[in-house]
């Protein structure tokens, strides 16, 4: 199990930490500290329990290339496409330019692509269908990646108050009903990050901002 980029071998470090309850190398130091994501920490950990942390990380990544295909397949379905063009589709999200170096990095990505598809799907088919899923879904985005903390609440909000709007009343407690699955979906991972960092999300993203100068740059 080899890695294209060193932040996997981080992540496999963090793991063994998790898994060992400190760092050896950082005394005092909380194994989530400096991680992206903590879904995909945690889910690494839970395979480090059995197996080697490369290994862990390696079984990770086919999980989520298996759950990327499979919210690959049912986006399609939910446009209602056929036989042949869901295959090429799936095709095309596992294989078109440098999509299996972003699935075999041993990062988060393949994670994020999996969570980002199913939702995507989710929010394609009728509101019955997607009843606790959805919402439930995007809770974990946030935790997943920083950044989809943008994505996860205010489209999917913003189309759940115009079918609100449009279908009257009965949506309206819908609506209430997944703001209340979003926020229990959110909840756990929130107090885990308060837990051991803090704070309500991982500060990585501001901290390569400012690795790559972006965070210097005028506004």
């Known amino acids: 199990a080899l890695f294209p980029v060193d932040d996997a071998y981080i992540t496999a470090h ?28 945690v889910t690494v950990a839970l395979f480090a329990l059995v ?52 699935l075999l990095n041993g990062l988060e990505t393949g994670l994020t692509l999996a969570a ?14 997607r009843r606790w899923a959805l919402p439930l879904l995007a809770a974990q985005l946030p935790f997943l990646r920083p950044e989809l903390a943008a994505f996860a609440p205010l489209p ?25 699955v979003f926020a229990a979906g959110a909840l756990p991972w929130i107090g885990l990050s308060l837990a051991t960092l803090g704070a309500p999300f991982p500060s990585t993203a501001a901290a390569k901002r400012l690795f790559f100068a972006e965070g210097c740059l005028p506004t």
């Open 51 to 102: 197996l080697p942390p490369a290994w862990a990380l390696w079984t990770v990544a086919w999980i989520a290339i298996a759950l990327y295909a499979a919210g690959t397949l049912r986006l399609a379905r939910a446009w209602n496409l056929g036989r042949w063009p869901s295959i090429a589709l799936v095709a095309l999200a596992l294989l078109a330019g440098r999509m299996p170096h972003q």
């Open 14 to 41: 963090n793991a063994r930490a998790l898994v060992a309850g400190s760092d050896a190398n950082f005394p005092g130091v909380s194994p989530f500290q400096g991680a992206t994501s903590a879904i995909h920490l």
């Open 156 to 180: 999917l909000l913003a189309r759940a108050l115009s079918e609100a709007r449009r279908d009257g009343r009965a949506a309206w407690g819908g609506l209430a009903r997944d703001a209340l």
């Open 116 to 129: 980002l598809t199913w939702t995507l799907a989710l929010a394609s088919e009728p509101a019955p269908r």
